[in-house]
C-alpha cells in the first residue's frame, strides 16, 4: 500500500473548492428565492394591470375583474412563504424593513387579500361605481406594503 501525504497547498486547494462549492449553493439558493418571490409578486402585478386596465379603459369584463381579484386573494396567502429567508442583497427591492418588522408586513399582505376578496364580492354586482371605490381600497391596501418594504425606483436594482 502507497501512502500519499498532503502538502499543505493541496489541502488548502481542496478548502478553498468546497468553500467556492458551498458558497456558490447558497448563491444559486438566494437567488431561487428571489425569482420565486419575484414572479408572486409579478402575478400581483399582472393582475392588478388587468383590472386598472379594465377599469381605465371602461371594457365591459366586470366578471373578469372578479376572477383576477380572486387571483389576487389566493396569490396573497403565498407572500409569506416567498418572502421568509431575509435575502436584501443582489437584484431585489426588498428592504431589510420586511425581516425587522416581520408581523406588520404579514399583516400587510393578509390585508391585501382581504381586499381582493371584498373586491372580487363586489365585482360580481356589476356595479363599476363600487368596483371603482374597492380597487382603491385594494390599491391602498398595495401601497401599505410597498411604501414601507419596497426600495423606491431610484433605488431599485433594476437601475443600476
Not at 372580487?120 to 418594504?149: N, R
Request: charged letters at 25%; proline letters at 2%; glycine letters at 8%.
Amino acid at each position: 500500500m502507497v501512502r500519499r501525504r498532503l502538502h499543505l497547498w493541496q489541502v488548502v486547494l481542496v478548502v478553498i473548492g468546497l468553500t467556492l462549492v458551498v458558497t456558490g449553493t447558497q448563491a444559486q439558493d438566494d437567488s431561487a428565492y428571489v425569482q420565486h418571490r419575484q414572479k408572486v409578486m409579478q402575478s400581483i402585478g399582472g393582475h392588478m394591470g388587468a383590472i386598472g386596465d379594465i377599469m381605465k379603459n371602461k371594457l365591459p369584463f366586470a366578471s373578469s375583474i372578479a376572477v383576477h381579484a380572486q387571483a389576487l386573494q389566493m396569490t396573497s396567502t403565498v407572500i409569506e412563504d416567498a418572502f421568509k429567508k431575509e435575502i436584501t442583497e443582489g437584484k431585489t427591492d426588498a428592504k431589510p424593513d420586511i425581516w425587522q418588522d416581520w408581523d406588520k408586513f404579514t399583516k400587510a399582505a393578509k390585508t391585501m387579500g382581504e381586499e381582493s376578496g371584498k373586491l372580487a364580492d363586489v365585482a360580481q354586482s356589476g356595479d363599476m361605481d363600487a368596483i371603482g371605490a374597492q380597487v382603491k381600497e385594494l390599491t391602498k391596501a398595495c401601497g401599505g406594503c410597498h411604501k414601507p418594504f419596497r426600495k423606491p425606483k431610484e433605488e431599485s436594482y433594476k437601475q443600476k
